[in-house]
T-cell receptor, first 114, second 108 residues
């Protein structure tokens, strides 16, 4: 299957700083990418849908000013957690969608805010 | 968006036993897929079954689909400790929303 990468795989940052997470589809072009957040022992929660060349669509309750999403190309979407706080510590997973809505998931990024 | 709901939420079995988990959904679908997530990792696509199929096999996996009941089941035969993971289901759609999953523990 297709490969989706995420970088970094883990990151530790101080409270108040911003962190950028990259999601890349390595061998296919994805017009749509999705960002999920997963707290320990919980399911994945969809945060936003990222469409290439347009603004992201955020799910209810997700602060768009805090979680900035940029989908600048058909193979790259970025999630920036701005002014991170300890409660933003979580596992962030992206997925990229193919033409038949098949989704390929990245390996995830573990964010720890101290 | 479309969502699947997995049942049971937790399942613990011994290695070599079979594991069965179920999925229910609410709307009409064209297909349904199952994913596996190992702890701290991303999701891995296991199998997709189309609405005109009733059963599909892939290695030790057997998936059934009953569109009249809006339900699916995933059977893992001869389970191994490496099958320990959370399993999620859902229709393939423009936006995939996950249920709570079934956390499977296979004890050696």
């Amino acid at each position: 299957g297709a490969v989706v990468s995420q970088h970094p795989s883990w990151v530790i940052c101080k409270s108040g700083t911003s962190v950028k997470i990259e999601c890349r589809s390595l061998d296919f072009q994805a017009t749509t990418m999705f960002w999920y957040r997963q707290f320990p022992k919980q399911s994945l929660m969809l945060m936003a849908t990222s469409n290439e060349g347009s603004k992201a669509t955020y799910e209810q309750g997700v602060e768009k000013d805090k979680f900035l999403i940029n989908h600048a190309s058909l193979t790259l979407s970025t999630l920036t957690v701005t002014s991170a706080h300890p409660e933003d510590s979580s596992f962030y997973i992206c997925s990229a969608s193919g033409p038949a809505y098949e989704q390929y998931f990245g390996p995830g990024t573990r964010l720890t805010v101290t | 968006s479309q969502q699947g709901e997995e049942d049971p939420q937790a399942l613990s079995i011994q290695e070599g036993e079979n594991a069965t988990m179920n999925c229910s959904y609410k709307t009409s679908i064209n297909n349904l897929q199952w994913y596996r997530q190992n702890s701290g990792r991303g999701l891995v696509h296991l199998i997709l079954i189309r609405s005109n199929e009733r059963e599909k096999h892939s290695g030790r996996l057997r998936v059934t689909l009953d569109t009249s009941k809006k339900s699916s089941s995933l059977l893992i035969t001869a389970s191994r400790a490496a099958d320990t993971a959370s399993y999620f289901c859902g229709p393939r759609s423009e936006k995939l929303v996950f249920g709570k999953g079934t956390k499977l523990t296979v004890n050696p």
